[in-house]
């Protein structure tokens, strides 16, 4: 009786261990992906589920005498490993010296965007404005692709009287989001926070609220003489996952291999990526086969960089910095599950990858701040949106 006890429980921890096997292979996508997993760094995950579950189920059902005990002992050391070394390969983070750049990342000239600068290329309103602001202007800050856009509001309602550039900054997204938290801007106009920016905000009692004010896609790039013209959704999570790590797997046989370009960790395209990632770990950028291909160390001009006679790369950014601010000729935009990210396709919602950007205020926005908040969202203010070249929200509102 005792023994037959002892058997149903082993069968019982063995489901048990494998039935947490198969979920954690199908919460990381192992399953759907299993038929693009093309290099062993991808693979190296999956093999440790097995290895930690095989072993498990080894440990419980072989007998434990003296003789066996160094097997005992070999297998569970392999569970223990297996285990420990789970999370590093996920994100494929294996290496000790990845060539990676010290410098900083290159920007477009924004001086053309300069708010009342001669001759600058901001979208201006035919007719009267119906806000002016004369005093106790707003300070205003933001991602580098949406300064065009704040640039507009500000030339159009702020009274050129009494600015200066002062009121009007563009340091980045990471930048101006610690700017917003710490009191030192009115409103910061970016894509959504990270995790690590929310939990920052909220750990010294910041109170973000965030205005949505127009909508923009979230474009993936290769260069333009890379073959491959459309890219599904499932195919970007496992390229930058780390399962796919070959062109061939995109039909692409003279590829060679995937050279995977990130932003910086707290950049607006960086958040991009990981809302699309979700709760899926990213890759952690993999060594690249020469120091030389990452350039002038701007994604928009490494995606195009040539190795072996081919362009092998992929990266993201938003769609009007790619088409307007930092145009690269030798880049091209890739279409989504067969969508490409054109007004039409962002409008009626063909495709995937669009997202509302925001005017950020720490707490409700109160005085000027909600007075330009409110005009932003008038026509007028949808209106310099449109003609910046991003989409205009249909109904306005607000959100956290």
């Not at 007998?63 to 789970?86: E, G, Y």
């Not at 009121?167 to 990270?194: K, P, Q």
């Not at 993999?286 to 990266?315: C, F, H, Y």
Request: charged fraction near 15%.
């Amino acid at each position: 009786m005792k023994k037959r006890f002892l058997v149903i429980i082993r069968l019982l921890i063995t489901f048990l261990v494998w039935v947490l096997g198969g979920y954690i292979l199908h919460r990381y996508e192992f399953f759907i992906a299993f038929g693009d997993i093309d290099n062993i760094v991808g693979i190296m995950p999956f093999a440790l589920v097995l290895t930690g579950a095989s072993g498990t189920t080894a440990i419980l059902w072989i007998k434990h005498t003296k003789q066996r005990m160094p097997i005992s002992a070999t297998i569970s050391l392999l569970i223990v490993l297996s285990a420990a070394l789970f999370p590093t390969a996920l994100r494929g983070n294996w290496w000790i010296n990845p060539t990676v750049s010290n410098e900083s990342q290159s920007v477009p000239d924004l001086s053309v965007y300069a708010p009342f600068s001669e001759g600058n290329k901001i979208a201006k309103l035919d007719g009267k404005v119906n806000l002016r602001l004369n005093e106790y202007l707003p300070v205003l800050d933001g991602a580098t692709a949406l300064y065009p856009v704040y640039a507009a509001f500000a030339e159009a309602v702020y009274n050129e009287e009494v600015f200066s550039q002062n009121y009007v900054l563009c340091t980045n997204t990471r930048s101006a989001y610690e700017a917003i938290i710490s009191g030192d801007r009115d409103i910061i106009f970016v894509a959504g926070a990270s995790e690590q920016q929310m939990a920052y905000a909220k750990s010294v009692g910041a109170d973000l609220q965030f205005t949505p004010i127009g909508r923009e896609a979230f474009v993936f790039l290769t260069g333009k003489e890379n073959p491959v013209d459309n890219i599904t959704e499932q195919q970007i999570r496992n390229i930058y996952s780390g399962k796919t790590a070959e062109w061939r797997t995109l039909s692409w046989s003279e590829g060679g291999k995937i050279i995977a370009f990130q932003r910086p960790e707290g950049s607006g395209s960086q958040t991009g990526l990981q809302n699309i990632m979700g709760t899926l770990p990213i890759q952690v950028p993999q060594p690249l086969p020469d120091a030389g291909l990452i350039g002038t160390n701007s994604l928009m001009k490494q995606v195009s960089v040539e190795w072996r006679g081919v362009q092998p790369s992929i990266g993201y950014s938003y769609r009007y910095y790619v088409l307007t601010m930092y145009a690269n000729p030798n880049v091209k935009l890739l279409r989504v599950n067969g969508a490409e990210p054109s007004t039409e396709n962002i409008q009626n919602g063909n495709y995937p990858f669009v997202a509302d950007f925001y005017a950020v205020t720490n707490g409700e926005p109160t005085g000027n701040a909600k007075l330009l908040i409110d005009w932003i969202l008038s026509p007028q203010g949808q209106k310099i949106i449109e003609e910046t070249g991003y989409t205009p929200l249909i109904t306005a509102g607000k959100s956290k």
